[in-house]
Structure formats: structure tokens, C-alpha cells
């Protein structure tokens, strides 16, 4: 039998041998370790969120807003948390938990209390239960007191322009990046760089009073100002959406741009899109089809090789044109639009009449090498120096690569590419007395500190001469009269110059030519320009041509341009300057008659 006495003692031994491990190990944390084991605890409470920065705004070359940021909260739980919430009832301090938070939360939210308690209940330490709150309806959430409730600060994008401008200024998508046109091309401007609060909490989740804490401001992004006139906008928006729908075209598009310095202070384009629910958009309605979409010009391109014609004295406004209603080229016999007896032009007459047959004689002296010049001067085959988001430069292939009948197809505008705002440019040359201004879009930048930082403005470059401006523009003038393509382009009171395009539009679906693109350029007035403006449809389906459907919208956004901008009519006569040979015939032996029944 064993000795009570030595059982005794080994258990005390045993107890304290226990004993001062416990406290070796109490003296190892309280002293040696402390430092650590304060630091892994602290670690656990510390929370870090993220303060996004409010994304800077899109505001219109007067300060109209088109995009901008507001402050929203995304509301969280901690379910564990939530059963201990209490609130005075009776003057008496009343536990009334999950349902009862949930009674309280449900008008604030929007939503039941029945749906809130299966939100409420559970053991999650977090859950989003709500997005987009306004910071208004948080603080009223706050002010409950329920355990476990809080927030993430959020931001979320609004465009008060809508759809007038959304294939412009574009979109940012759910997760907060942006998603098309400008926000895209300006993002690095418009982010900012997000801030972070770190802080010690509670086990319900709250920040725990009077801890450490550590918040990093985040820094707002920079507000971005176009040259866009937001009404000039809604105007054009609204103008080409009607004739789109009207003539059941598969896109349209218009351009305004003001003469002296080539600011964009409208492109619109349809169809469109809400960039407040771009996730709604239908298919192709996201991209700004003035920048992406390419298409041959067709006779509104024939102002580059006349203007090159005129500069190279080849020819002048009034040379005399036999035009037959063949013309033998290249193995091709060309034609014009619809058949015709012999005509006796001019210059004038021909572009005014929009005549490829005429557009060919008059211009086909000039060698391929000098006329591919004049066109890269006009800016084809390059980009426009806006840089837009899926811009596309065109095809305009070098001179040495022209097949034998693209050296002619080029004269009258086909066979190469462009976009609606190359396509504007070229008029706005004419109309700058031959001086080419690059469009802009960017007309400034704000920071954060108000400090206003103007974008560079592009340089001029001489494409033609004065003189020869001059005289295209005369010669454009012709087109909107009586005796032109577009009687419905002219606008009461002031001198327009324009001209119309029908031009076989190339559809890369098919893989062949597939309907129109119709189209009229002009601007006014004709002797002091202010703006020129640009419409363009794809593929209409009643009616094609670009005098018939383009003339219309000039008409109107143009005249809604002059009014806003107040310009008055310059009161002038504009030049009369002979199409035709008035009935006569020209000499077909006169070698300063251009014929074209020659072999």
C-alpha cells in the first residue's frame, strides 16, 4: 500500500511544476512578449476601409454638368451583433433585437421587415443588406443606434444630359472604371486617387472612440472641360435621331465645329444609349459613330480635288465642261448618278450638279502623287489629334498603290474612307480660308484646388491658298441654289455653302457594297463662316440621297447655331458665277474646253 504522505508530496511537486510553467509563460507575455502579443492583438482590432475619390466631372464649355459623382453608402452587418439591440419603450429600456431592427430599418431602405429579418438573422460577421443609399437616409440609420450596422462610403456616376450626349461623354460601369468614350480617354484626369481610414473596432464592428486611428484624405479627380455646347448638343442630338428614324437609316450622325478654331461644340450620334443604365444598351448603341464609324465620302469629297484642281491652275470655277454621259477610263466606263444627254458645264456647274463625269475632267491633270498631297493635307488617312476611343484614321492608300480606277474614284470620293469628323475638317478648311485647324474637344482642366489648366490648342496649317478657298466656297454656294443638289440646306436671310453625298456604302457584314451614305457638309455664313456643320446616315431606306435627307438637318441645326450664337446675316449678295453653257454649246475644238468625248 503506497505512502499517503509521498502521494502527496508528488502531486505537489506536480502542482508546482504546472504552476510555474503558467507562470513562465504569464511572466514570458507580460514582459518579454508583450510588445508582440499588445501588436497581434491590436492587429485584429485595426480595420482598414477605403475612401474612394469622387471621380471629376464633365462639363460642357459653359460649365453645364454632363457627368458627374455623388456620394452613396453601402450598408452592412454584423448578424451576430444585431440581437443585442435595445430602444426605449415606455420609457423603459426594451431588448427588441432582430425584429425589431428590422421594423426600425425597413422605410429606410425601402423595403419589409419581413424581408429584413432574413437579412438581419444569422451568423455572418458581414453582409451587404443595401446599395446606393443617400448619405441622408445613412445618417437617419445611424442615428438608431442598431449594433452591427454600418457603412462603406461608395460613389455612384450620374449624367444629367442623358442620352443627348451619351455616345460622347460615355459611361463608367458598375464596378466604378470607366466603360466608353470620354470617361475613358480622360480617365487618368477624371479618377483621383482614392484615401483609407484605418481604425480599431469594437466586436460588433463600430469604431471603438478615442483609439488609434490613421485617415488618408483621398484626392478627388480633376474636373474635365470640352468645347461641347450642351444645348448646340441636345439640338443636333434630337435633329438626327428624328431623320434617322424617319428614313429607317441604320446610324446617324452629326457634326458642328466652329470655323476659326476648330473646337467640337457638337457630335451627336445615333443610336443611343442611358449612361445612367448602360447595362440596358442595345447592341452598337455604346460607340460615338462620328469618331468609329469609317465610310466613302462619295461627292462631298469632291471639294479636295476640286481645291487641288484650282491651287494647281489646273482649272478655274468657270473652265467649260463637255460632259458625255460615259467617260471611258481605265478600263471602266464611269457614269453619273442618273443618265443624261451631253452636258455642257462649268467648274461650277459640275460640283454644283455634283457630276462624277464632270468632277473627273476637270480634275484628272493633276497627277495621283500631287492630288494624294492635297488629301493628306485635308487630314484623310491620319487621325483627327482628338484621340476618341476606338477612333479609326480611315483608309486613304498612297498614290502608288491606286489601282487604275481608283485614281479616278478618288476625284469623286470613292475607294478611300474617312470619319464624320475628318469629314467636317475638310469644310472647315474651305471655310478658314484654306487654313486646316485639327478638331479639339478638350477645352480645359479644373483641379481640385480651382486651378483652371487650358488645353493646347492645335496649330493651322495653309492646305490652300485665299484665292483658292475663296473660289471653292463660291462654287459651294451654287449647290444650296435653285440649280444644286440641296435647295433644302439654305436658310432664309443668310449665304450657305455645302455640299451633298450619295455615296455606295461599303457593308463589311455582306462583304460588299450594301445601300447609302448620305450626306451634306456645309457652313455659314458662306462669306464670313462661323460653324460648319456635318450630317451623315447610314444606310436610310427611305430615300438616299444626302440632299433630300442631310439638307433638312443642316437646316435646322445650323440655324439653331446662328441664333445662339447671335450672328446676324452678313447682308451680303453672293457672287452669281455661270454652271452651264446657257443653252449654247462649247466649241469641242476650243483647247480651253475640257471635252469628254474625246477619245
Do not use: C
Not at 449612361?275 to 461627292?299: C, I, M, R, T
Not at 488629301?375 to 480611315?394: C, D, H, N, Y
Amino acid at each position: 500500500m503506497a505512502n499517503p504522505r509521498r502521494r502527496i508530496r508528488a502531486m505537489l511537486v506536480a502542482a508546482i511544476f504546472v504552476f510555474s510553467i503558467f507562470g513562465a509563460q504569464l511572466l514570458r507575455v507580460q514582459a518579454f512578449d508583450a510588445a508582440t502579443v499588445q501588436a497581434a492583438a491590436l492587429g485584429k482590432r485595426l480595420e482598414t476601409k477605403t475612401i474612394p475619390a469622387l471621380r471629376g466631372r464633365v462639363l460642357d464649355t459653359a460649365g453645364v454638368v454632363l457627368a458627374s459623382s455623388i456620394e452613396r453608402r453601402t450598408v452592412t452587418v454584423n448578424q451576430t451583433a444585431v440581437p443585442s439591440y435595445q430602444k426605449t419603450i415606455d420609457k423603459k429600456l426594451t431588448r427588441v433585437g432582430v425584429a425589431g431592427a428590422a421594423q426600425d430599418l425597413a422605410p429606410l431602405l425601402g423595403t419589409t421587415a419581413e424581408a429584413l429579418v432574413a437579412q438581419l438573422s444569422g451568423t455572418a460577421g458581414y453582409r451587404v443588406i443595401a446599395k446606393e443609399v443617400t448619405p441622408l437616409a445613412w445618417r437617419q440609420i445611424a442615428a438608431l443606434g442598431i449594433p452591427g450596422i454600418l457603412s462603406e462610403t461608395t460613389t455612384s456616376r450620374v449624367y444629367p444630359a442623358n442620352l443627348s450626349a451619351a455616345p460622347l461623354v460615355g459611361f463608367v460601369q458598375a464596378d466604378g472604371t470607366a466603360g466608353g468614350g470620354l470617361e475613358v480617354m480622360q480617365d487618368k484626369v477624371l479618377q483621383g486617387s482614392p484615401g483609407k481610414q484605418v481604425y480599431e473596432q469594437a466586436q460588433d464592428g463600430t469604431m471603438i472612440p478615442w483609439a488609434q486611428r490613421e485617415d488618408v484624405p483621398a484626392t478627388n479627380g480633376k474636373d474635365v472641360n470640352l468645347t461641347i455646347d450642351a444645348d448646340l448638343q441636345w439640338y443636333a442630338q434630337n435633329a438626327i435621331a428624328n431623320k434617322v428614324i424617319e428614313s429607317q437609316a441604320l446610324s446617324g450622325y452629326v457634326v458642328v465645329m466652329e470655323v476659326r478654331t476648330g473646337k467640337l461644340r457638337a457630335v451627336a450620334s445615333y443610336p443611343t444609349f442611358d449612361p445612367n443604365a448602360p447595362g440596358k444598351a442595345a447592341a452598337g448603341s455604346l460607340e460615338n459613330h462620328a469618331f468609329q464609324d469609317v465610310y466613302e465620302p462619295g461627292s462631298t469629297g469632291k471639294v479636295m480635288s476640286m481645291a487641288a484642281a484650282i491651287e494647281e491652275k489646273v482649272v478655274q470655277p468657270t473652265t467649260s465642261l463637255i460632259v458625255p454621259n460615259r467617260l471611258p477610263r481605265a478600263g471602266t466606263s464611269f457614269k453619273d448618278d442618273v443618265d443624261h444627254p451631253t452636258l455642257n458645264l462649268t467648274v461650277a456647274g459640275a460640283l454644283a450638279m455634283s457630276s462624277n463625269i464632270g468632277t473627273m475632267l476637270a480634275t484628272e491633270k493633276v497627277a495621283p502623287p500631287t492630288m494624294e498631297s492635297y488629301f493628306r493635307k485635308f487630314g484623310i488617312g491620319q487621325p483627327t489629334g482628338v484621340a476618341f476611343p476606338g477612333e479609326s484614321p480611315g483608309l486613304f492608300a498612297k498614290s502608288g498603290d491606286w489601282s487604275g480606277s481608283q485614281r479616278y474614284t478618288t476625284l469623286f470620293g470613292q475607294g478611300y474612307s474617312l470619319n464624320a469628323v475628318q469629314a467636317a475638317g475638310v469644310y472647315q478648311t474651305i471655310a478658314n480660308g484654306g487654313v486646316r485647324v485639327p478638331p479639339s474637344l478638350i477645352e480645359s482642366t479644373t483641379g481640385v484646388d480651382g486651378i483652371v489648366t487650358p488645353s493646347a490648342q492645335p496649330q493651322g496649317q495653309k492646305v490652300v491658298s485665299p484665292d483658292t478657298a475663296t473660289k471653292v466656297s463660291t462654287m459651294l454656294e451654287e449647290v444650296v441654289g435653285p440649280k444644286g443638289t440641296a435647295p433644302k440646306a439654305k436658310i432664309d436671310g443668310y449665304r450657305v455653302a455645302g455640299k451633298t453625298g450619295t455615296a455606295n456604302r461599303y457593308d463589311p457584314e455582306v462583304g460588299s457594297y450594301n445601300g447609302y451614305t448620305a450626306s451634306f457638309i456645309g457652313y455659314a455664313p458662306a462669306d464670313d463662316p462661323k460653324f460648319v456643320v456635318a450630317v451623315t446616315l447610314q444606310r436610310p431606306v427611305s430615300g438616299h440621297f444626302g440632299g433630300q435627307l442631310g439638307g433638312p438637318v443642316f437646316k435646322d441645326v445650323m440655324t439653331y447655331a446662328l441664333q445662339k450664337y447671335a450672328v446676324a446675316p452678313t447682308g451680303t449678295v453672293a457672287p452669281v458665277i455661270p454652271l452651264s453653257s446657257d443653252g449654247a454649246a462649247w466649241d469641242p475644238n476650243d483647247p480651253a474646253v475640257l471635252n469628254g468625248e474625246k477619245r
